[in-house]
């Protein structure tokens, strides 16, 4: 158990035994505080008494930051792991209260105006909260991800019929051919428990019992963030659908979902024109999987060779989680559930 202390110094003396049961207010430990501390009266609950302790008294700023994450209560810093703030981030966060709080994090990834200052053939500009974040983990992640990247060809055809259809027929549940492909990933992932796999460490490998599936949300500035659908695996299509319909408007309002659990992303680029890409992955995430344009390419079948609608289907993994052949069954799963979509969507 966190015991959170209001104090930055050293535990000198720990007074209360293995099992007591003591009374609120009660004296169970004495610390030595650093000569900058303000210490604030003890409040009385009884006959306890405080332990002296002598400070110095020293000017508090209306809102500051702080420059030691030891100084961080331990719920805070919790919070900020599962937003996926590193700690050279979190130490620069500003509060306003006595300590900083999860309430301040949130704060900070609302972001706020940026302040420019200009120098001779320049202007600089502070970089966007959750720009700043979005760096921190993917510079966190260079140095822990073995990265490996396979990119399949997928047949599109089956997509296609499948919107065409439900155009056709007019109907007003017409989810699109991204969410079709996002659905396909999740039947996937309910197969191979690797993929809904993060490292615990160095030595443990966690394996979520349900599917979260990010999926890549882009934001006016060119910003970025994630939108994620929890226990995917347990949703009907129409269920599925209506969920990453919400969940990614809630990140269009700049509502950043990543969290531990996520383990695999998407990112959808098949408006701009992109083909081919190498996804990042962002620990502790273990794969990003890319969807580029439609093309028309080439069937190669026996004694015959025609043209299809084609999509290239990228998937960066990290290497420490899954290794080649695990990564091909898995992206190849994906390609069969795309190709046989109607199937899948049933």
């Known amino acids: 158990m966190d015991v959170e202390s209001p104090y930055e110094g050293t535990l000198v003396e720990w007074l209360a035994a293995v099992d007591d049961v003591v009374p609120i207010g009660f004296e169970v430990g004495r610390m030595r505080v650093s000569d900058d501390v303000e210490v604030a009266a003890a409040p009385s609950h009884g006959t306890a008494a405080p332990a002296p302790v002598t400070a110095k008294s020293s000017a508090t700023a209306p809102t500051k930051s702080s420059r030691d994450v030891r100084g961080i209560p331990p719920r805070t810093r919790a919070y900020a792991k599962e937003k996926g703030i590193a700690q050279d981030v979190l130490i620069t966060i500003p509060f306003s209260g006595s300590k900083l709080m999860p309430g301040d994090i949130d704060t900070f990834l609302t972001g706020g105006p940026a302040t420019v200052s200009t120098g001779q053939g320049f202007a600089e500009v502070a970089l966007p909260s959750k720009q700043r974040v ?45 969410t079709m492909f996002a659905y396909a990933v999740v039947k996937a992932m309910a197969e191979f428990p690797t993929f809904r796999s993060a490292l615990a460490g160095d030595d443990k490998l966690r394996t979520y019992d349900h599917v979260s599936l990010g999926i890549a949300v882009s934001l006016p500035g060119d910003e970025l963030v994630t939108a994620v659908v929890d226990k995917a695996d347990t949703m009907n299509w129409q269920e599925f659908a209506s969920a990453s319909r919400a969940q990614i408007e809630l990140a269009r309002s700049g509502k950043d979902q990543a969290h531990a659990g996520v383990t695999v992303s998407l990112t959808n680029m098949q408006a701009f024109g992109l083909r081919d890409a190498v996804p990042v992955v962002v620990a502790p995430s273990m794969a990003t999987i890319f969807l580029g344009e439609v093309y028309n390419g080439l069937d190669a079948t026996p004694n015959m060779i025609r043209v299809k609608r084609y999509v290239n289907v990228s998937m960066t993994f990290d290497h420490r989680i899954a290794n080649g052949v695990g990564a ?13 979509i109607r199937d899948v969507l049933v």
């Open 134 to 178: 979005l760096n921190s983990r993917m510079v966190r992640s260079n140095s822990l991800v073995v990265p490996g990247t396979i990119t399949v060809a997928t047949d599109w055809s089956a997509v296609e019929s499948e919107r065409a259809i439900a155009k056709q027929e007019m109907r007003s549940f017409q989810p699109s051919a991204f």
């Open 328 to 340: 091909s069954l898995f992206i190849n799963k994906v390609r069969e559930h795309v190709e046989s």
